[in-house]
């Protein structure tokens, strides 16, 4: 009896080694509306008050009663979008494929922790949702790892949703095609990149792919519009690449010393990136110059700038939470807990600058104009 | 070395003797696991540059990758599971050896005295007690870190490329730029992902199903025949139905890649146990266990 009970003790500790060796595959999802925020961290989506700091719901999937050998666990790591109709689409990253939207606002006490009811979903994507949706005039487009983007009506009112369109980004016979950014618009035309080494443009009256460029590099982060009218977008070649919106004809900009991961973040002529290599650089379009040097606040930065006022704040993955001058002089604005890692972009709402946190005590931490927590959220 | 005419040493129970080879075997073993727990993402880093060399070698199919990789982790260990089998088999052969069996039931009673007899026993035969052990226990560290590595090799997910990225640069070996994104479809499955497929609208897990079944036929076709009263026999039947529940449950959860690991490595190992004589194909009949 006593060689069974160690027997099965012996299996139950291999698998939960086995369960344990790989660790977080994904970094946590920010957003922000109104007052409130909201965090996709690990298997939940939680809407904090960003007045009381209170947590007014949380999201977890449908639980989708029984399903044989269903048992992947949910991932929320895309950041919720929320629409002008007030519903906040929230994406599922598990092999589900989930899309949701709930209502924010009518939210109910299931179980002691308030749900919000969803609205409508939809399921028909084949890949990964990585990518958090854009909507344009009452169409919402959301970028699957499947190559394809999926083109929902948002006033058809029905609650499972079927994609109206359905736009192939990726070559035909590709199948490594990958959609991990969110797109952007000029009006007329979609700008999306593509992990396998693109970018593209899609007509948005006839939903056709009006150019795609293929490049060197895969293409993580996704496009931004420069002052100057371009488009730029920086990939794993350690490049910065510029775009006419109109024709796709491109040319590198810059060189950079490490991968770009994080979109480039524009404010007037000038354009904010890092690359993983853990350097920030300013750029000016206008001059096609850099305005000062890269700098190298500590760690490798997969995340965006955030422009705030005068400085520029950068996540870094050693936890830390850089201030840059307009001259590129750096300073130590925040330091997470140790061994926490900062990989998500900072948001700023309300006059607070919310950081999300992988491998902390806490999710999320709320900083005021200098830096300092005000509060932090650890999931409760 | 005793000396009866000293009443000290001639009351002291005789202390085993030590083989100086095998105790060197196992202190190395040890020193090996150590090393390899200590250094843990070194090995994952190792195995994922491996893993990312075939992938390129065979035109960047990930699932032969796989396979392929499985195959050469076999062949490295071929040495380390054929001395595991000799170190089973005469464990095995043991139970049902005359003096083997005499001393149990001579001194059942005074467990020291037993232990000194089994010593002795062990090597007067030469068999190492932990022969079966130790070369399983020094796969374990190929083992976890495989499982990371094929998932950060895989990246389906932001932090598995920044992670493989790491473990490619650690290395230096490979454009890593040009690799990303990694072509994870095998037969139509993503790596990547837990497999499933819909059949009459139920989505069955086939890989982790084969998984199960192939550790089922893997751990039956291997067992030795049991004898009366054989403790290791019935352990050894227990985990043949725990390993296969256990790979099954973990296949389904994880990323199909490794599925296909464990598929080949249980195809593998059949193999090598029928190259070695030592498949007991009377295991998979019903009542095929007398021999």
């Avoid at chain 2, 003797?17 to 250094?39: D, G, H, S, Y």
């Avoid at chain 2, 454009?175 to 819909?198: H, Q």
């Amino acid at each position: 009896m006593q060689k069974k009970k160690s027997i099965i003790l012996f299996v139950l500790l291999f698998a939960l080694v086995l369960s344990g060796c790989t660790g977080a595959v994904a970094w946590p999802g920010l957003s922000t509306s109104g007052d409130v925020a909201y965090l996709a961290h690990t298997s939940t989506v939680y809407a904090v008050d960003l007045k009381t700091h209170n947590l007014l719901w949380s999201f977890s999937g449908e639980k989708a009663g029984f399903t044989l050998f269903n048992t992947n666990p949910d991932m929320f790591i895309v950041p919720p979008v929320t629409m002008t109709d007030g519903l906040v689409v929230i994406a599922n990253a598990n092999n589900r494929h989930m899309l949701y939207a709930v209502d924010p606002k009518n939210f109910s006490a299931i179980d002691k922790a308030p749900t919000p009811a969803v609205r409508w979903k939809f399921n028909q994507a084949k890949g990964l949702w990585i990518a958090p949706p854009l909507e344009i005039d009452g169409l919402l487009f959301a970028p699957n790892s499947d190559g394809k983007i999926y083109v929902l009506d948002l006033n058809d009112g029905m609650p499972e949703k079927q994609a109206v369109r359905t736009i192939e980004v990726s070559q035909p016979g590709k199948n490594e095609s990958r959609l991990w950014a969110q797109p952007i618009t000029d009006g007329e035309r979609l700008f999306i990149t593509s992990l396998d080494k693109a970018v593209a443009a899609v007509d948005l009256s006839t939903y056709e792919v009006l150019w795609r460029v293929d490049l060197n590099g895969a293409v993580p982060g996704g496009v931004a519009l420069g002052g100057d009218g371009a488009l730029y977008a920086g990939s794993l070649a350690k490049k910065l690449e510029r775009f006419d919106p109109l024709t796709g004809a491109h040319q590198t900009a810059l060189e950079t010393k490490g991968w770009i991961w994080g979109t480039p973040v524009a404010d007037g002529d000038n354009l904010y990136f890092a690359d993983v290599d853990g350097y920030v650089y300013s750029y000016n379009t206008a001059e096609q110059r850099l305005n000062w040097e890269p700098v190298r606040p500590d760690a490798s930065i997969t995340a965006s700038p955030l422009v705030v006022g005068d400085q520029i704040l950068i996540a870094t993955e050693s936890g830390g939470i850089y201030s840059i001058s307009a001259d590129g002089k750096v300073s130590l604005w925040f330091q997470g807990k140790e061994k926490s890692k900062a990989y998500t972009t900072p948001v700023f709402a309300e006059g607070l600058t919310l950081v999300a946190y992988l491998d902390s005590d806490y999710y999320l931490v709320a900083l005021d104009q200098n830096g300092k927590a005000v509060w932090t959220f650890s999931g409760k | 070395m005793k000396n009866p005419s000293n009443p000290t040493q001639a009351q002291r129970p005789e202390l085993p003797q030590v083989n100086p080879r095998e105790t060197l075997k196992t202190l190395a073993v040890i020193a090996v696991l150590v090393l390899a727990f200590m250094n843990f993402s070194s090995v994952i880093d190792l195995l994922v540059n491996i893993l990312i060399l075939i992938y390129q070698f065979v035109g960047h199919n990930f699932g032969i990758a796989i396979i392929l990789l499985t195959a050469l982790i076999r062949l490295a260990t071929w040495p380390l599971n054929a001395q595991q089998m000799k170190g089973a088999k005469a464990m095995q052969d043991l139970q049902t050896d005359k003096e083997w069996m005499a001393i149990q039931k001579k001194y059942a009673k005074d467990r020291e005295k037993l232990a000194q007899e089994q010593m002795r026993i062990y090597r007067e035969r030469g068999i190492n007690v932990f022969g079966s052990c130790l070369p399983m226990l020094i796969q374990f560290p190929i083992l976890f870190a495989l499982i990371p590595a094929i998932t950060y090799a895989i990246g389906s997910y932001p932090l598995s490329i920044l992670k493989l990225s790491k473990s490619l640069a650690a290395f230096g070996l490979q454009d890593v730029a040009a690799l990303i994104p990694l072509n994870s479809k095998f037969l139509g499955i993503d790596m990547g992902l837990p497999e499933r497929t819909l059949i009459f609208g139920v989505s069955v897990p086939i890989l982790a199903l084969i998984v199960g079944l192939t550790t089922f036929i893997q751990t039956k076709l291997t067992m030795p025949p049991a004898n009366p009263g054989d403790q290791s026999a019935a352990t050894g039947k227990m985990m043949g139905y725990y390993m296969p529940i256990m790979l099954f449950m973990f296949s389904i959860n994880y990323a199909s890649g490794l599925s296909v690991y464990f598929v080949i490595s249980n195809v593998l190992s059949i193999v090598q146990y029928a190259m070695m004589g030592k498949v007991n194909w009377r295991n998979l009949l019903p009542g095929g266990k007398k021999t």
